[in-house]
């Protein structure tokens, strides 16, 4: 489906310069550290005080390393620890916020009351914005208040790496929350895709099921291992990682999320199988790089 925006709004084209992040997981913790490195203030939510600990753990851990690959900009460690605040619970916010960006567990039913929440709580000119790597902005927009603020504005991890942010808009997205979100991905060191047809999956994903869709289905017809079609993938592409590294990288459970609302759209025959691999690693905690153990292992 083809959206044409709504006018623009000069009112509302001042930068963005802080954002509250609704969740503190692999993908939370990394949109929070690539915004705090490049100036943005911002406050990390999470109802685990366990996982806000690990977050700023990990953003201040990668600090030295992404300057020196030139991932981030040059920034100490005071700098950094004063662009990021924590908080277990809304409830403790009082200060308006630029943009709130949800960047929960990929559930439907999860997104929604937290879009219904957080659009009651920030009133406009404040941007709402979802993350969701699957669901698209005219499912979840009906559920905003005053959705011509509502965009979906969904990384790709990893993040400091892959640089790419798709800018999506629902059918009442105002122009000015585009080129706001547009100009906020710039910023931020990373390259804006706006897309003014719905696609699940957007671009890049949508081209990533179908390839890893069928590197499952060679592991479960017995054809290779994991392992050795990473290997062919990289000999032959020349590129640094394959298939399951990928799925590793993205996080298991993210995969197998992705994939079970598939299964719900084509059918248990296409996914069930294809799910069953990762139930395993599901069921172990074995989630890829953010656990150090997936289908390979990592040093965390």
Do not use: C
């Amino acid at each position: 489906m083809a959206f044409e925006s709504h006018p623009l709004e000069l009112s509302n084209l001042d930068p963005i310069q802080s954002v509250l992040i609704i969740g503190a997981g692999w993908t939370g913790r990394q949109i929070a550290g690539q915004m705090a490195a490049h100036g943005v203030q911002v406050l990390l939510v999470d109802n685990s005080d366990a996982a806000l600990h690990q977050s700023v753990r990990w953003i201040e851990g990668q600090r030295e390393t992404f300057q020196e690959q030139g991932f981030w900009p040059s920034v100490s460690s005071e700098e950094l620890s004063q662009r990021v605040h924590t908080a277990n619970s809304l409830d403790y916010i009082s200060e308006p916020v630029d943009l709130v960006l949800e960047s929960v567990t990929e559930q439907f039913s999860l997104k929604r009351r937290i879009i219904q929440t957080y659009s009651k709580r920030f009133a406009a000119p404040t941007i709402l914005a979802s993350n969701s790597s699957y669901f698209t902005p005219s499912m979840m927009q009906p559920h905003a208040v005053s959705p011509e603020r509502f965009a979906n504005f969904h990384f790709h991890v990893p993040i400091w790496r892959a640089t790419l942010v798709d800018v999506v808009p629902g059918p009442l997205t105002h122009e000015s929350t585009l080129q706001r979100l547009s100009d906020l991905a710039t910023r931020i060191g990373q390259t804006p895709l706006v897309q003014r047809v719905e696609n699940p999956g957007y671009v890049f994903n949508w081209m990533l099921r179908s390839m890893l869709q069928s590197a499952l289905q060679l592991v479960e017809r017995g054809v290779a291992k994991p392992e050795d079609i990473d290997m062919a993938w990289k000999k032959v592409t020349s590129m640094p990682i394959g298939p399951f590294g990928m799925m590793d990288q993205i996080g298991i459970d993210l995969i197998h999320q992705t994939m079970s609302h598939a299964r719900f759209v084509d059918g248990d025959a296409v996914w069930q199988p294809l799910i069953d691999i990762l139930q395993p690693y599901i069921d172990a905690q074995k989630l890829g790089v953010k656990t150090g153990q997936g289908f390979f292992d990592y040093e965390i």
